[in-house]
């Protein structure tokens, strides 16, 4: 079992830049191979849509087209994965969640419409932005 917790939510302006955050915890053998590490954001009435993937395999990337040239996916250490947000916007707002699966397919475009592939999930870090 794998435990992520995310960090650097927080409240700023249009125009600011924040720092997600996300460490795993747990089961060592799933950590660090290859997987798939996503974020997803959900805002109040709107369903959980996927902002940006990163497969640790073959470093592919994923960005939905609202964040490409703004967010930036990373992995920071073999356990960690951050997300940059410059220029953010007030259509940014929403309770930010990251997410592992081991399967390349869900850190492509198809796969990452698929929230419910995903089975591991953080508790969530909320992100504010005011215009």
């Known amino acids: 079992k794998v435990q992520l917790v995310e960090s650097g939510g927080g409240s700023v302006q249009a125009g600011g830049s924040l720092r997600l955050s996300c460490a795993a915890f747990?089961?060592?053998?799933?950590?660090?191979?290859?997987?798939?590490l996503a974020w997803f954001r959900q805002a109040p009435g709107r369903e959980r849509e996927a902002v940006a993937a990163l497969y640790t395999g073959g470093r592919s990337t994923y960005y939905t087209d609202s964040v490409k040239q703004r967010f930036t996916i990373s992995r920071d250490t073999a356990n960690t994965v951050e997300l940059q947000m410059n220029r953010l916007l007030p259509e940014d707002s929403a309770v930010y969640y990251c997410?592992?699966?081991?399967?390349?397919?869900?850190?492509?475009?198809?796969?990452?419409?698929?929230?419910?592939?995903?089975?591991?999930w953080g508790q969530g870090t909320q992100v504010n932005v005011s215009s």
């Open positions: 747990g089961d060592t053998r799933y950590i660090y191979s290859e997987n798939c």
């Open positions: 997410a592992t699966d081991s399967k390349f397919f869900s850190c492509t475009e198809e796969g990452a419409k698929r929230p419910e592939s995903f089975p591991f």
